[in-house]
């Protein structure tokens, strides 16, 4: 329903992406997208890129006098970046050799990466690889929340977890106004403290560290995505979408892993009614039973690994000559939780946006607002 691409490396000429689906009449500008993608190039332990960067979306169709008209949308954006790597990175052949990045990262897709493709240089591999794709996702993910946001879907991120400092009481840490102000995402200013101190020691160790990200999605309807058959379960295309996210090992939906220790009588939420609206006590599951949402806010978190360009190189081997080397070590970030975070935002709002479309259909945004209507008019005479 909702569907996309993006194309483009880290320093090539620009990063791209098509977008398909949205309905016709939605308002959509670039200085809305522009909002998300400064937010995903904030936080404390970025790299220097961040500073030549400024992220922008041109959008090159599909919109018109500010309204989305059915078609694809296209959205450019520039890598200021590329004006220092057009040898490197020229898409014609170039007379003069450019240096080979043989010397392998663990942890990073360059062994994997250069063996399936036949390549004798990492550069092509680390390129996409390279988190920097994630501004197409969140560009593309500013326009799904666009969408949801004409049924009264919200959705938030803030950092749980930073190189071992973790935030204490979750539910009072979703400060939404205080988390967008924080450098590290998070409201809670001792954690706050700590995890940037965590983020500067591991700089001057030449190291990296990770964390642990929670998105929240509110004004759900019940019944988006389905128990009927394994791919349309929510959970599990949220799941995905997450797990796609550079860095990510892991992802938690609701109490998640936690339930492993509790017996069945402490697992799951209490159905409760009060006048013609249906609730939970409680919300374990995170927003889904049974691959679909019940009406509770979504409620996912996933892993981030330390990434693996290391200043201080762990051992490894070189590609070409087979011998043992240090791992290959450029220009880096220590810290990718709290944009991992925004990204985070963008892919949970691209899954829920194809999950509205396929439930309430329409060509039209109006259409779809009228059937999102009737099915909540008729689910609340029951
Ligand atoms: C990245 C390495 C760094 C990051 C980059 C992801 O880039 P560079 O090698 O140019 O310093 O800053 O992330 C971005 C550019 C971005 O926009 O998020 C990597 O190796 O994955």
Redesign the pocket.
Known sequence: MFRYLTAGE??GRALTAIVEGVPAGLTLDEEYIAGDLKRR?GGYG?????EI?QDRAEILSGVRHGLTIGSPISLLIWNR?WENWQDVMAISPIKQETEKVTRLRPGHADLAGAIKYGLDDIRPI?ER????E??SRVAVGAVARKLLQEFGIEIKSHTIAIGGISIKGEKSQRNWAKVEKSPVRCAEAEAEKAMIAAIDKAKEAGDTVGGVFEVVATGIPIGLGSHVQWDRRLDGRIAQALMSI?AVKGVEVGAGFSLANLPGSQSHDIIERAGRIWHHATNRAGGIEGGISNGEPIMVKAVVKP?P?LGKPLPSVDLKTGEAVEAHS????VCVVP?AGVIGEAMLAIVLADAMLEKFGGDHIMETLNNHKSYLDAMNKR
């Open positions: 880290s320093h190039q970025r790299s220097a890129r961040m960067e970046d680390l690889a390279s988190a920097r994630t501004a550079n990434i360009t450029e220009r880096s970030d944009a």
